[in-house]
């Protein structure tokens, strides 16, 4: 007996893995507001609370303050701070992750010879951009910005996972200006926390922006048959 086996298109699969992607950028978007709206509730407790005692004994709201040091600073500094960053590591490793994800579905898709190792774990977003341009030809000039934009926002990754957060002052002389307003360096350190979910949510909708961008470009190539093995095929198996 005989079975026809279709081949599922390329363009099917990008939009499949692309729709998952973003679903997932809008799950990231959520958590970090829920989780930010957690903070700004502890932080309105604590000083709502100390809002209170200072008004029944005024005299002592220097004591009041003092008692209260250690949480004030949690919630008011610490909390937030590493809300910030840590929510970024996450945020940058999931555009690194589901990048290379593309980047294999094409490989294992087309059986495209290529030198470039994009299994090798250093430099994810380098070696997923050469992969495009140069094994497959692609033609990524249209995200040359928002590429510029993302190497930027690694060189802040890098130093919040590989530097403990500290970065030095002359390097953010090339940060976008947007970028390094939501910077904050510690006094008189090297040491910088991101000051503003702002940063965040930019950064989720720039990667929306590239995944959206990066699959049509690739719809755009295999409708030219610009890559290899990627008409549907129909395979006869007895």
């Given at each position: 007996?005989?079975?026809?086996?279709?081949?599922?298109?390329?363009?099917?699969?990008?939009?499949?893995?692309?729709r998952?992607?973003?679903?997932?950028?809008?799950?990231?978007?959520?958590?970090?507001?829920?989780?930010?709206?957690?903070?700004?509730?502890?932080?309105?407790?604590?000083?709502?609370?100390?809002?209170?005692?200072?008004?029944?004994?005024?005299?002592?709201?220097?004591?009041?303050?003092?008692?209260?040091?250690?949480?004030?600073?949690?919630?008011?500094?610490?909390?937030?701070t590493?809300h910030?960053?840590?929510?970024?590591?996450?945020?940058?490793?999931?555009?690194?992750?589901?990048l290379?994800?593309?980047?294999?579905?094409?490989?294992?898709?087309?059986?495209?010879?290529?030198?470039?190792?994009?299994?090798?774990?250093?430099s994810?977003i380098?070696?997923?951009?050469?992969?495009?341009?140069?094994?497959?030809?692609?033609?990524?000039?249209?995200?040359?910005?928002?590429?510029?934009?993302?190497?930027?926002?690694?060189?802040?990754?890098?130093?919040?996972?590989?530097?403990?957060?500290?970065?030095?002052?002359?390097?953010?002389?090339?940060?976008?200006?947007?970028?390094?307003?939501?910077?904050?360096?510690?006094?008189?350190?090297?040491?910088?926390?991101?000051?503003?979910?702002?940063?965040?949510?930019?950064?989720?909708?720039?990667?929306?922006?590239?995944?959206?961008?990066?699959?049509?470009?690739?719809n755009?190539?295999?409708?030219?048959?610009?890559?290899?093995?990627?008409?549907?095929?129909?395979?006869?198996?007895?």
């Open positions: 007996m005989r079975h026809v086996r279709i081949r599922i298109p390329l363009i099917d699969i990008i939009q499949k893995h692309n998952k992607v973003l679903d997932e950028i809008d799950y990231i978007t959520n958590y970090i507001s829920e989780s930010g709206n957690h903070i700004e509730k502890l932080q309105d407790n604590i000083n709502q609370t100390l809002e209170e005692l200072t008004k029944e004994s005024p005299q002592f709201w220097q004591d009041i303050e003092q008692a209260h040091e250690e949480d004030l600073f949690q919630r008011n500094h610490f909390f937030p590493l910030f960053n840590s929510l970024f590591l996450l945020s940058y490793g999931f555009f690194e992750s589901n290379n994800q593309f980047c294999l579905k094409i490989k294992n898709y087309t059986n495209c010879k290529c030198p470039i190792d994009i299994e090798d774990k250093k994810y380098d070696r997923c951009n050469e992969y495009f341009t140069q094994c497959l030809k692609l033609d990524l000039s249209t995200l040359e910005t928002l590429w510029e934009l993302f190497s930027q926002y690694r060189e802040i990754r890098n130093a919040i996972a590989h530097a403990n957060s500290k970065m030095k002052n002359n390097k953010t002389f090339r940060l976008d200006p947007k970028l390094k307003s939501f910077i904050t360096f510690k006094e008189d350190s090297e040491e910088f926390y991101i000051n503003d979910d702002k940063f965040l949510f930019d950064f989720c909708a720039r990667m929306k922006d590239y995944f959206n961008s990066l699959k049509k470009i690739i755009v190539a295999v409708r030219a048959d610009q890559l290899p093995n990627t008409n549907t095929r129909i395979t006869a198996t007895s």
